[in-house]
């Protein structure tokens, strides 16, 4: 089969990988109906994180599965399937409580790598969700999207603790941003503050459910985040970035009691304690458990309610996978999507 | 009147001071019954925190109203009252959210200087409780605790979201770490480790319900608490001292999805983003919102339901305030109450 592989930075390529073979007897193997990049493969892609390469790339991914070990119970071959980043067994003490993204068990899907033509993928039962029937081809964007940055979203605005009545705040406007507004829309907030400044995505956020944007950054944008709320702050702020600059803005744009919900994977980030200390948020947030999220988002999307699918604004054949993270290296592109 | 002054490091004296006066129409005048030195008092004491001398000392109190303001209209003369280290309206969004340490009017009781005979209590309606009657002379040690302490380790033990079936850690073993095992205790904890090494404190602490006492620090201390929770960490740790190696030593002992909940003051504390982020902690504290306790917390003691005041181990008469603060630093005593 073929798949992405990264070399070092700025160097993916597209070539002949191994076929995936079942390891485990809880593993399956599925066949990719749709893969994308996602904003956290710019961090190797751009040489922040070291890359040890050739190493596959990907973590998004929906299938058909086409074969399964000898303990997979749940999942059949034939099945339309929807899995996340890390692979969960979705049984242990921590899966239980809500975070599949650090099961005891838990398995990176990026090491295995999902933009290819096939995966396999850990623990099948208590990773991947599969969906009613299969699906009709224009569904398979917003299925795509559950796998990551709509869970990722979602997860912002559950760790931020959105709610009715309540004003929240969105720091960064990529698919996870965006996407966190679409979730802050569904869970009832009254008001949804979209910070961006680049005009197709403040178009997209408005779609989603933004009431306000917001174009400042750093200092001034918390200084119009308060202005828009007599002063003292949202009440849930999601920050989807993962900078130093992106983390303070949420902080400092929300009130005291109110929630910080941070998704953005963090990258030299340092928390000043005493500012922290007084100014009385709530901090949560991590790799996204988008498996908590998923048969809740398979539901919505299924039924229509949400269409996350509209953040791939750039479909492209698997085999110019490359041209991908061109794209959304250079902000061209919010989201690309891959067709195997 | 007399009260207690700092000068500088090490340099407290008892010394005469202007009596206070009525300024604003909400403000309150008390004779203190009691008062004392709090943990956070010796920052300043041992010269950590700057001092800009001569300063009144002291943010804890309880008394009996003398004169109020002619805004006031709950809080009467002759009543005994309690109030915390921040006065506050109760009345602002954020009071009413549950955060009056962050009351968009509030004031520092601590530059008041409550180590004294007599004290003005700003927005007295807002920030003083007052009991059913006077109080039998043997529960104003509680109440006085309930001031600052028990409501500082209360908020930690409800920030760390302690409840039953939760297994709970509490770094540190001062009053606040002390009063956050009874916190804990009464919110229906199952488990209750205090971590401590010092056998007077442990002794209080499994008398305020501590279930497990562990001596170790830092890592060999996170070590200790994973092998007492099946390798995962507790659901709730409460961090009441407020430097680095005790807020990492609390942030460690949490598992994924767990609560910490930090009361100790933050003091050169930088938070490492990375570690923070893939450790799916819950982090909220910062200055107690004593007052959101209150009323329950006046209610448990005057029904002798808890008993608080147990943590004040050297009475002292209140012109003996230096020997408070020195036996406090030299950890001789827990907590110096003073009698005026």
């Known amino acids: 089969m073929r798949g992405a592989v ?5 160097d993916i390529r597209f070539e002949e990988r191994d076929d995936p073979k079942i390891i485990e007897p809880t593993d399956a193997i599925i066949r990719l109906s749709a893969t994308c990049v996602c904003g956290s493969d710019l961090w190797p892609y751009r040489g922040i994180e070291p890359v040890q390469g050739p190493a596959p790339m990907g973590h998004e991914y929906v299938g058909i599965v086409e074969e399964v070990g000898r303990d997979v119970r749940e999942i059949k071959p034939g099945q339309f399937v929807i899995g996340s980043f890390f692979a969960s067994d979705n049984t242990c003490e921590i899966c239980q409580a809500g975070y599949q993204s650090s099961c005891i068990h838990r398995e990176l899907m990026g090491t295995i790598g999902t933009q290819a033509e096939l995966a396999r993928v850990p623990l099948a039962d208590g990773t991947l969700v599969a969906t009613p029937d299969l ?27 959105v709610g009715p009545g309540k004003t929240v705040a969105v720091v960064g406007d990529g698919a996870v941003g965006l996407l966190a507004v679409l979730a802050a829309r569904h869970l009832g907030a009254e008001r949804i503050i979209a910070m961006s400044r680049h005009v197709p995505r403040q178009k997209l956020a408005l779609e989603f459910g933004a009431t306000d944007i917001v174009e400042e950054r750093g200092g001034e944008g918390v200084g119009r985040i308060k202005e ?15 900078t130093q600059e992106s983390m303070m803005q949420a902080i400092r744009s929300t009130r005291p009691g109110g929630h910080v919900g941070y998704v953005g994977v963090a990258h030299g980030v340092e928390l000043p304690g005493e500012e922290i200390f007084f100014s009385h948020v709530h901090l949560h947030g991590g790799p996204a458990p988008v498996r908590r999220f998923l048969p809740e988002l398979v539901d919505l999307i299924w039924k229509r309610e949400i269409d996350p699918g509209k953040v791939f604004d750039l479909p492209l054949p698997l085999d110019q996978v490359a041209e991908g993270y061109r794209a959304m290296d250079e902000r061209r592109a919010i989201k690309a999507l891959l067709w195997p």
Chains 1, 2 share one sequence.
């Open 6 to 10: 990264i070399y070092g930075a700025r």
């Open 228 to 242: 828009l709320t007599s002063g003292l702050g949202a009440h849930s702020v999601i920050e989807a970035v993962g």
């Open 135 to 161: 699906p009709p081809a224009d569904l398979i964007p917003g299925f795509l999207a559950a796998s990551d940055v709509l869970g990722t979203g979602w997860f912002g605005a559950v760790a931020a603790e």
